[in-house]
């Protein structure tokens, strides 16, 4: 008899550099009972003639008119998705040949597993191993995968979309990835609410390849520092309803403790995203001139005095820089920047056994240079 059911769910969007190795990757899985489904919302056909090329039939290709997004294609390929388990694959990034079956055998092994993973190998933009994400227990109960989830990058493993194996019908029915600003937090989310159902299984031996992409706090410097601030609020709020229903659910002395240690890290998780936000605005508003930098700057402080975030450890230089011209604040920031980058990169290379280049927001950023507007 066939096994389980699995789709490969691999969402792009106009970037083609990886695209031809990941793809590669999964169709030499090893597994039988395995589709594959490329989701492209690019507007032209240009990665369509990249996947007839390297795949032929072999994949579904599905090509969606509008800009969904990268939580909109999750989405609807999860309305659609009918079989057991589905695991999403980035484009940038790449699985074993035994994944698959791994994973499943991992899954089957435990009535109700919810979900299974293993060790990730972090690699550099060109391919060059940086070492292994931390190492997590081979099986985690509910609670205490919630406990772990929102802990610190260099205290945990990582948390990604790539190579989770879930089961679609379990998310769909608790409403999908949630559709916050840029994608943040969406994949901790659905991997928090789902873990929350059962036990996690993380095998020891690295199955996928994540890729790091060296960046700035300016990789996005659009001023849109306010969304991203509704955006963890709003992420506070529904991961507090997630140990809430748990509390209910799991009532041991253990899990009460688990989940006391669980709000505790996911309020300074809160905490870290909503510096991280503000550092975005800070270096977005510090690069403009006239009348917009100094009513962006005003709004930043006031935001500042209504939070009162913890982490937020440029502050003192930011308030230094907005005396100084644009000009002078962007030749600083383009220093202070990416030392700062490199700083988390260095961490994360001589950590052991290995922790991601990670911020509370997604990190896979194209480096872009500071310069004032």
Not at 140 to 156: D, G, M, N, V, Y
Not at 224 to 251: F, K, P, Q, S
Not at 291 to 314: K, Q, T
Request: glycine content about 6%; charged content about 25%; hydrophobic content about 40%.
């Amino acid at each position: 008899m066939p096994g389980p059911s699995v789709t490969i769910c691999i969402p792009v969007h106009v970037r083609r550099t990886y695209l031809e190795g990941c793809l590669t990757s999964c169709l030499a899985q090893d597994y039988d009972n395995l589709g594959i489904v490329v989701l492209d919302d690019t507007p032209d056909d240009s990665l369509a003639r990249i996947v007839r090329e390297i795949a032929g039939d072999r994949v579904s290709y599905r090509h969606f008119a509008d800009d969904a997004g990268l939580i909109g294609k999750l989405n609807r390929f999860l309305a659609d998705c009918r079989t057991d388990w589905a695991l999403i694959v980035c484009d940038d990034d790449l699985v074993s040949p035994s994944a698959v079956s791994r994973l499943v055998a991992a899954a089957e092994a435990e009535r109700g597993t919810a979900l299974v993973r293993s060790r990730y190998e972090l690699i550099d933009a060109d391919g060059r191993s940086v070492g292994l994400d931390r190492a997590a227990p081979e099986r985690s109960s509910a609670t205490e995968f919630l406990r772990e989830i929102f802990q610190q990058p260099k205290a945990t493993s990582v948390q990604n979309l790539t190579g989770v194996l879930f089961r679609p019908a379990a998310l769909r029915e608790l409403g999908g990835f949630r559709p916050f600003h840029k994608g943040i937090h969406s994949d901790r989310i659905a991997w928090a609410m789902l873990g929350a159902g059962g036990p996690v299984r993380v095998l020891p031996d690295p199955l996928v390849k994540i890729r790091l992409h060296g960046g700035s706090l300016s990789s996005e410097r659009a001023l849109d520092y306010e969304a991203y601030i509704a955006t963890n609020l709003d992420m506070r709020g529904v991961c507090t309803a997630i140990l809430a229903d748990a509390g209910r659910r799991y009532t041991g002395d253990d899990d009460r403790q688990n989940l006391a240690i669980a709000a505790e890290r996911l309020e300074a998780y809160v905490q870290r995203s909503l510096a991280r936000s503000l550092d975005r605005g800070y270096v977005a508003a510090l690069c403009l001139r006239g009348p917009d930098r100094r009513r962006h700057l005003a709004r930043l402080a006031d935001l500042v005095r209504e939070i009162r975030p913890r982490g937020l450890r440029s502050l003192a230089l930011y308030r230094v820089l907005e005396y100084a011209p644009a000009a002078i604040a962007a030749r600083v920031l383009g220093v202070v920047v990416p030392l700062k980058q490199a700083l988390v990169l260095a961490r994360s290379r001589h950590a052991a056994p290995g922790a991601r280049v990670d911020d509370p927001e997604p990190s896979r950023r194209r480096p872009v240079t500071v310069s004032s507007s």
